[in-house]
């Protein structure tokens, strides 16, 4: 079984895998893991320490499209309609909303040749998930077959930091297998989902057994998971955020020693999932990773119940900023069970881009 490595992609490329994509991926995600097939522009990335005011969002102020009265089917797009003009075959129009840096890195030519194969067959892009963070908006959308997707990454003026697509996995069956428990979200307040959903496009653990049904969360604020100095873990709001037990059992494991990342960005690989505390429910097993060096209140043999803390949030192991990476499974060791979609109290199904929680 291949063994995922909890690799985050930091915006602005500070870590990179180049593939055969149609253009420039521009990531604005955090979180652990991600990215494999993206192509990133560190020059077209909008930079979380710079970026614009994401009350500003594109989906509260979209940009006019231009009809051109010569030809319509050349008009600039804005991000609603980037599904439409892909399925039209409006290439020059939405090429014409690249940014500056992203026509840098793709011509006109390459990307309708790239975008006419990709789009052979696609009869309908259904929307997947909307993300706004650190003052760029992600969209998301998934063909009519499940075999393809595609992200686009937009300012806040709607022009298109980035685009990728990418071949899908059909739905797998064990996506309809959820747990014989019900678990209780593992935090207090609201959090923001960055990974989750059964699609590669919005989990990127989607594509791994052995994680296919986890989640990454954050806190964020107004689009942003921090505030002052994005290079300090005290920055970001998830940092040193209780983390609770969700449901009963018994501690079988815990890593409490790992020190967090700093600079927020620095990443530890050789100890991906970081501090991590993974509890026994009768047979499916939870895991609460990446969080705060010390911070574990329990050790293994301990009884837990709904509710207790266990630990805090931080940024330890191979992670690019304070989050909590979540997940059942039917075995111990993380890397060698399966990974079991989670039946969620109150039937919610997080998916990317949703803030999800109870106000505190």
């Known amino acids: 079984m291949k063994k ?14 180049i593939a055969a994509a149609i253009g420039t991926l521009a990531v604005i995600l955090t979180a652990c893991g991600g990215g494999d097939t993206a192509a990133t522009s560190n020059s077209g990335a909008t930079n979380s320490a710079g970026a614009a005011n994401p009350a500003e969002s594109v989906a509260s102020n979209p940009p006019a499209a231009t009809e051109s ?3 319509p089917s050349e008009a600039p797009v804005t991000p609603e309609q ?5 399925l039209a075959g409006n290439y020059k129009g939405i090429y014409e909303r690249f940014s500056a840096p992203f026509k840098e890195q793709i011509s006109e030519a390459d990307f309708i ?9 696609v009869k309908s892009l259904e929307k997947s998930s909307i993300l706004n963070k650190s003052g760029a908006e992600q969209r998301t959308w998934v063909s009519d077959s499940g075999n393809k997707g595609i992200v686009g990454i937009f300012d806040t003026e709607g022009t298109i930091l980035g685009l990728q697509v990418k071949e899908l996995t059909p739905a797998s069956e064990t996506d309809s297998i959820l747990t014989k428990n019900s678990y209780s979200l593992p935090f207090r307040g609201e959090w923001l989902v960055i990974w989750g959903g059964n699609n590669a496009m919005v989990n990127y653990h989607y594509e791994y057994e052995s994680q296919r049904y986890a989640y990454d969360f954050v806190k964020a604020k107004d689009g942003y998971s921090y505030e002052g100095d994005p290079l300090k873990n005290e920055s970001y709001f998830a940092f040193g955020e209780d983390i609770i037990a969700p449901a009963d059992g018994t501690v079988v494991s815990v890593v409490n020693d790992i020190a967090d990342n700093e600079p927020v960005g620095v990443m530890n690989e050789k100890a991906p999932a970081g501090n991590v505390v993974v509890i026994d429910h009768g047979g499916e097993y939870s895991y609460l990773a990446h969080m705060k060096k010390g911070s574990a209140t329990v050790k293994p043999g301990d009884k837990v119940s709904k509710g207790d803390v266990i630990g805090q949030t931080g940024n330890s192991g191979n992670s690019s900023e304070a989050h909590l ?8 060791d993380l890397f060698t069970s399966l990974a079991i979609a989670v039946k ?5 199904k997080p998916v990317q881009g949703e803030t999800i929680g109870t106000a505190e």
Do not use: R, Y
């Open 4 to 17: 995922p490595s909890f690799k985050m992609i930091k915006q602005g490329g500070t870590s990179v895998k």
């Open 69 to 71: 009265a010569a030809n």
């Open 82 to 86: 980037l599904p439409e003009a892909l």
């Open 113 to 121: 040749k790239m975008a006419e194969s990709f789009m052979s067959g």
């Open 325 to 332: 990476h979540f997940q059942l499974s039917d075995g111990k």
């Open 344 to 348: 969620w109290e109150g039937g919610i």
